[in-house]
């Protein structure tokens, strides 16, 4: 009988044991975009909206990667090759003109991956998505450098053109045109957004559209659906996804009105 309790403390001590040294795998959603120089205003945008979409899911065991894109073309994608080789990243989150290359996509064409925006750029592969309207591009005639906008040139362009750096490069900024699946936060959101952390910045186009993919990415995690199958009520609308992009999105126009970025009717 001692021996028989001896034996029955020893199996509960060692299932005991090996109950507390187990440890949780956390899965991890990548968010690649840049950190760092001129266009860091980008990431951290998202960052803030990726993280607010994280905590309103209330997961304890799903957690958000930051990885700066490197400003160049050919370090996001020694990003994205790291990226692909870490099995505990089950989705990725695409901003900005190097992030979202094609060459990137490539590399994470494994990966579930949704392009946040339009950023001249166009899904390449059966696991990438674009969160923006296919049309937008027809739209576009600015992709590129904000440094490179000539004043009294009338210019049309994505998100890139709602950066809060934008009115300060050019002492007329009338001309250019933002057209964009997104839109401004309503005061509920933002507030909301303001208050999730210190030194958050203002949100913009970036923020909405960057909580919405958070949440279908979420969505795809948790129910194991593939993005073509996804149905998602978000605060910018109603999102499917055919043929890689955003079917039915809005395009929405916006101007600078007195250097403030105003949606128009």
Same mark, same amino acid.
């Given at each position: 009988?001692?021996?028989?309790?001896?034996?029955?403390?020893?199996?509960?001590?060692?299932?005991?044991?090996?109950?507390?040294?187990?440890?949780?795998?956390?899965?991890?959603?990548?968010?690649?975009?840049?950190?760092?120089?001129?266009?860091?205003?980008?990431?951290?945008?998202?960052?803030?909206?990726?993280?607010?979409?994280?905590?309103?899911?209330?997961?304890?065991?799903?957690?958000?990667?930051?990885?700066?894109?490197?400003?160049?073309?050919?370090?996001?994608?020694?990003?994205?090759?790291?990226?692909?080789?870490?099995?505990?990243?089950?989705?990725?989150?695409?901003?900005?003109?190097?992030?979202?290359?094609?060459?990137?996509?490539?590399?994470?064409?494994?990966?579930?991956?949704?392009?946040?925006?339009?950023?001249?750029?166009?899904?390449?592969?059966?696991?990438?998505?674009?969160?923006? +309207? /296919?049309?937008?591009?027809? $739209? @576009?005639?600015?992709? #590129?450098?904000?440094?490179? %906008?000539?004043? =009294?040139?009338?210019?049309?362009?994505?998100?890139?053109?709602?950066?809060?750096?934008?009115?300060?490069?050019?002492?007329?900024?009338?001309?250019?045109?933002?057209?964009?699946?997104?839109?401004?936060?309503?005061?509920?959101?933002?507030?909301?957004?303001?208050?999730?952390?210190?030194?958050?910045?203002?949100?913009?186009?970036?923020?909405?559209?960057?909580?919405?993919?958070?949440?279908?990415?979420?969505?795809?995690?948790? +129910? /194991?659906?593939?993005?073509? $199958? @996804?149905?998602?009520? #978000?605060?910018?609308?109603? %999102?499917?996804? =055919?043929?890689?992009?955003?079917?039915?999105?809005?395009?929405?126009?916006?101007?600078?009105?007195?250097?403030?970025?105003?949606?128009?009717?």
């Amino acid at each position: 009988m001692v021996a028989r309790f001896i034996c029955v403390v020893f199996l509960l001590t060692v299932v005991s044991g090996c109950a507390v040294s187990q440890t949780a795998v956390v899965t991890k959603i990548a968010l690649l975009a840049p950190f760092e120089g001129q266009y860091r205003e980008i990431g951290y945008e998202a960052l803030y909206a990726a993280r607010l979409a994280i905590d309103d899911a209330n997961l304890q065991d799903i957690s958000l990667l930051a990885i700066d894109d490197g400003g160049r073309e050919e370090t996001a994608i020694l990003r994205a090759e790291a990226i692909a080789n870490d099995p505990v990243i089950q989705a990725v989150l695409l901003i900005g003109i190097h992030a979202s290359s094609e060459s990137v996509q490539l590399v994470l064409s494994d990966e579930t991956t949704i392009i946040v925006g339009h950023w001249n750029s166009r899904p390449v592969t059966e696991n990438t998505v674009m969160l923006a +309207n /296919q049309d937008l591009e027809n $739209e @576009i005639n600015f992709s #590129g450098d904000v440094n490179d %906008i000539v004043a =009294e040139q009338t210019i049309i362009g994505s998100e890139i053109l709602s950066l809060a750096q934008v009115p300060q490069l050019l002492s007329d900024i009338s001309s250019i045109e933002v057209i964009s699946s997104s839109q401004l936060p309503d005061e509920t959101f933002r507030e909301r957004y303001l208050n999730s952390a210190q030194f958050v910045p203002e949100p913009r186009l970036i923020a909405p559209l960057t909580y919405d993919a958070t949440q279908i990415v979420l969505q795809t995690i948790l +129910n /194991q659906q593939p993005l073509s $199958e @996804i149905v998602y009520e #978000g605060i910018t609308g109603t %999102i499917r996804f =055919e043929n890689g992009y955003w079917m039915d999105a809005p395009m929405n126009r916006f101007r600078y009105i007195n250097n403030e970025l105003t949606q128009l009717p």
